[in-house]
Nanobody
Framework: QVQLVESGGGLVQAGGSLRLSCAAS????????MTWYRQAPGKQRELVAA???????NYADSVKGRFTISRDNAKNTVYLQMDSLKPEDTAVYYC???????????????WGQGTQVTVSS
């Protein structure tokens, strides 16, 4: 079994910062890409930022220059540093890991349960 657990969400004023964490645990053999998504009420889930196992990153245009994704491979953890937050960043943030388990050795996506980020104006 594999679990992804997000933390770090909360309520912050516009212009503030939050740091999200997502820790993967269980029978993990290796992790490739780790990705943050978000879903605002009434909207589709969208990609926020992604990072490969080699450290290559990709960001949505709406967060470039404000958000930074990083990871600690030894801890199977991905982070999302969110600065200069705007009310439109309000959403549930989910992490996803593309990984291979030591039991099946098959690559597949695993999702966390989500953490709420609310930015007040």
């Amino acid at each position: 079994q594999v679990q992804l657990v997000e933390s770090g969400g909360g309520l912050v004023q516009a212009g503030g910062s939050l740091r999200l964490s997502c820790a993967a645990s269980g029978s993990i053999f290796s992790i490739n890409a780790m990705t943050w998504y978000r879903q605002a009420p009434g909207k589709q889930r969208e990609l926020v930022a992604a990072i490969t196992s080699d450290g290559f990153t990709n960001y949505a245009d709406s967060v470039k220059g404000r958000f930074t994704i990083s990871r600690d491979n030894a801890k199977n953890t991905v982070y999302l540093q969110m600065d200069s937050l705007k009310p439109e960043d309000t959403a549930v943030y989910y992490c996803k890991a593309y990984l291979r388990t030591s039991t099946t050795m098959r690559w597949q996506d695993y999702w966390g349960q989500g953490t709420q980020v609310t930015v007040s104006s």
